[in-house]
Nanobody
Framework: VQLQASGGGLVQPGGSLRLSCAAS????????IAWFRQAPGKEREAVSC????????YYADFATGRFTISIDNMKKTVFLQMNNMKPENTAVYYC?????????????????WGKGTQVTVSS
């Protein structure tokens, strides 16, 4: 399995970005696709996750109401629409694929990771 994240860039506060994560290879064994992020000097944290089986979506508290995760199963691509962005959303965003356990936000459940895409929110 290979994952390719794209769509990052510079956006002003209040603006929007849409990240994409294109998957290739044997993806059927890994029905959970998530976005994580890591800001400078901080630990990696979960942003959102979606199940390719039934479309169930999960969000971190900071993402609820402003971020939307979606999936195009035919294209094996997951999207993260981020609206009303804030400077604290600045980070490298990574997509990952795996199998969920008791929680959705534990990074150890995700066995395949793509290279990150930089998101900078600044005026």
């Amino acid at each position: 399995v290979q994952l390719q994240a794209s769509g990052g860039g510079l956006v002003q506060p209040g603006g929007s970005l849409r990240l994409s994560c294109a998957a290739s290879g044997s993806t059927l064994d890994y029905p959970a696709i998530a976005w994580f992020r890591q800001a400078p000097g901080k630990e990696r944290e979960a942003v959102s996750c979606i199940s390719s089986d039934d479309g169930t979506a999960y969000y971190a508290d900071f993402a609820t109401g402003r971020f939307t995760i979606s999936i195009d199963n035919m294209k094996k691509t997951v999207f993260l629409q981020m609206n009303n962005m804030k400077p604290e959303n600045t980070a490298v965003y990574y997509c990952a694929m795996g199998v969920l356990g008791s929680t959705w936000y534990r990074s150890s459940y995700f066995t395949h990771w793509g290279k990150g895409t930089q998101v900078t929110v600044s005026s």
